[in-house]
């Protein structure tokens, strides 16, 4: 079954530390993974797709097969960043995409 | 102003009523969703269209009815027969429906039964 796994409800970190959000999924085949975010009062947007290797807002994450996972990560977190984050996985031609319950990531000044 | 517009930002349904949720875009994409969340729950699938005159069910589509008569416009009705509707659910839309497409989110609409 494909599913995604966001261990944690809430991360809360101080500003200038280094922040991961976990995300492990369940798929058989390549999977397709993606990582949304809402601030507050904002609506839910694209932060960044495996597919593309890019760093967006300092944010990376790598996907990594056979540990069937997909963290994110920024090295410095700062105020603006606290937001809550889904990691979304496209399930292929027989599924759709799926979302994480989501982790809530707290930056405190 | 283009994107994804989901209307009424608030509804209040009594119970054994039908209610419906519009969603509208103006993106040009042939691919709409709609989602339901839930605190602690995340983003739950109830139905999707992958083309105009076509949908399909999604995890949790009991209750729930939608139609897709035109390219740019979803609506989601709330049927009685659904046990919880109190949520927070989410229009959605992508180009087309695909893996590497970024699906393009609503405001939502809140509604509460009362």
């Known amino acids: 079954a494909q599913r995604v796994t966001q261990p944690e409800k809430l991360l809360s970190v101080f500003k200038g530390a280094p922040v991961e959000l976990k995300c492990n999924y369940s798929?058989?085949?390549?999977?397709?993974l993606f990582w949304y975010v809402q601030y507050s009062r904002q609506r839910l947007q694209l932060l960044l797709r495996h597919i593309s290797r890019e760093s967006i807002k300092g944010f990376t994450a790598d996907l990594n097969k056979g540990e069937t996972s997909f963290h994110l990560k920024k090295p410095f977190a700062q105020e603006e960043d606290s937001a809550m984050y889904y990691c979304?996985?496209?399930?292929?031609?027989?599924?759709?995409?799926?979302f994480g319950k989501g982790t809530k990531l707290s930056v405190k000044p | 102003d283009g994107g994804i517009t989901q209307s009424p930002k608030y509804l209040f349904r009594k119970e054994g009523q039908n209610v419906t949720l519009s969603c509208e875009q103006n993106l040009n994409h042939d691919a709409m969703y709609w989602y339901r969340q839930d605190p602690g729950q995340g983003l739950r699938l109830i139905y999707y269209s992958q083309i105009v005159n076509d949908f399909q069910k999604g995890d949790i589509a009991e209750g729930y009815s939608v139609s897709r008569e035109k390219k740019e416009s979803f609506p989601l009705t709330v049927t009685s027969a659904q046990k919880n509707p109190t949520a927070f659910y989410l229009c959605?839309?992508?180009?087309?429906?695909?893996?590497?497409?970024?699906?393009?989110f609503g405001q939502g609409t809140r509604l509460t039964v009362v």
């Open positions: 979304a996985l496209w399930g292929g031609s027989q599924g759709n995409l799926i």
């Open positions: 959605a839309s992508s180009i087309n429906w695909g893996g590497s497409t970024e699906a393009f």
């Open positions: 798929y058989s085949g390549s999977p397709e």
